[in-house]
C-alpha cells in the first residue's frame, strides 16, 4: 500500500505530464503522435548556385538603392556656409570655378563698393565725435541716449537688416559674375556700379538701387542741415551701419572666395537673356 507521500509524489507527476502535453501535439483524449518534420537534406550544388546568386544580386540591388538615394539626397540638399538648402539644379550658379581673371575682376567689383563705404565713414566720423571732443558742449542725458539709441537703430536697420541681409550678400553675388573673358569692358571698368545694380540688372533691381542711392544722398543733405548736437547723433547711427555693412561685405566675400561658392539664396539680379 502506497504511503501518503508516495501518493503526493504520482499526483505531481501526473500534473508534471499534463503540463508538458500541453506543450505538445497530444491531447488528453489520444495522445496521437506528434508530426514529424521532414529531415532537411544538404543542399545539391545547383541548389547551392541558385542561393549564392539570389544573395549576389540581393546585395547587388541594395548597393544599387543605397547609391541611389545617397546621390538624390546629394542632390536635393546642399550645406553652403553652414546653412542646409535645397540645390536641386542650382549647383552651377553656386560653384563659382574661380579663375585668376574672375578673382581680380570680383575684387575689385566688392572692393570698390567697400571703398565707397570706408570713403564715407572717414568723412563722417569727425562729425559723429565731436560732442566727446575738447571744448565741445556736453551732451545732456536725454541726448546721450538718443546718441546710443540711433547707433543701435542703424546697427539693427541698416547695418544688419539694410546691408548684411540684403546688400552685401547682392555685391558679393554680382562681382563674382564678371567675367574677363565674357563680361563686357564697361562692365569691368565700373565694376563697383555693376555690382551695386545700378546698371545691367532686371527692371526692379535698378530701380530699386537707384531709388536707393538717391534716397540716400536726399537723407545727408537733410542731415546736414540739423543742428548740434542731432546732425552729429544722426552721423554716429551712419558711421555704426556703414561700418556694419562694409565689414559684412568683406567677410562675405572672403567667404565665397575661400569656398568658392557664390552666397545662398541670392539672385545677381541679371537681366532675362543673361540668365
Known amino acids: 500500500m502506497l504511503t501518503r507521500p508516495s501518493t503526493l509524489a504520482l499526483i505531481g507527476i501526473a500534473l508534471l505530464n499534463n503540463l508538458a502535453s500541453g506543450f505538445s501535439c497530444t491531447t488528453a483524449a489520444a495522445a496521437a503522435p506528434c508530426p514529424r518534420l521532414p529531415l532537411l537534406r544538404p543542399p545539391s550544388a545547383s541548389s547551392k548556385t541558385a542561393v549564392s546568386s539570389f544573395r549576389q544580386e540581393n546585395m547587388q540591388r541594395r548597393n544599387d538603392q543605397s547609391h541611389l ?30 579663375t585668376t581673371g574672375k578673382v581680380l575682376a570680383s575684387a575689385w567689383g566688392t572692393c570698390g563698393v567697400a571703398y565707397i563705404l570706408i570713403k564715407a565713414i572717414k568723412r563722417v566720423v569727425p562729425i559723429a565725435m565731436e560732442p566727446f571732443g575738447k571744448g565741445a558742449v556736453a551732451l545732456t542725458k536725454v541726448e546721450l541716449g538718443a546718441y546710443i539709441l540711433t547707433c543701435l537703430w542703424f546697427a539693427y536697420v ?19 559674375t564678371l567675367n574677363p573673358s565674357s563680361s563686357s569692358p564697361i562692365h569691368l571698368i565700373l565694376a563697383p556700379l555693376y555690382s551695386m545694380g545700378l546698371f545691367h540688372a ?22 546736414k542741415r540739423l543742428p548740434y548736437p542731432w546732425r552729429n547723433i544722426v552721423d554716429a547711427g551712419v558711421v ?35 540668365k
Open 69 to 98: 538615394g545617397n546621390s538624390s539626397l546629394g542632390k536635393s540638399l546642399a550645406i553652403r556656409g553652414g546653412a542646409l538648402r535645397s540645390s536641386a539644379g542650382s549647383d552651377d550658379t553656386l560653384d563659382l570655378n574661380l
Open 240 to 274: 555704426v551701419g556703414l561700418s556694419w555693412g562694409t565689414i559684412s561685405m568683406l567677410g562675405g566675400y572672403v567667404i565665397s572666395l575661400v569656398t568658392g561658392i557664390a552666397p545662398i539664396d541670392v539672385d545677381p539680379a541679371l537681366p532675362q537673356n543673361n
Open 158 to 176: 541698416e547695418g544688419y537688416k539694410g546691408f548684411q541681409l540684403k546688400f552685401s550678400p547682392l555685391v558679393v553675388a554680382r562681382s563674382f
Open 202 to 223: 532686371t527692371k526692379k533691381r535698378m530701380i530699386v538701387s537707384w531709388s536707393v542711392s538717391l534716397g540716400v544722398a536726399a537723407i545727408v543733405a537733410a542731415v
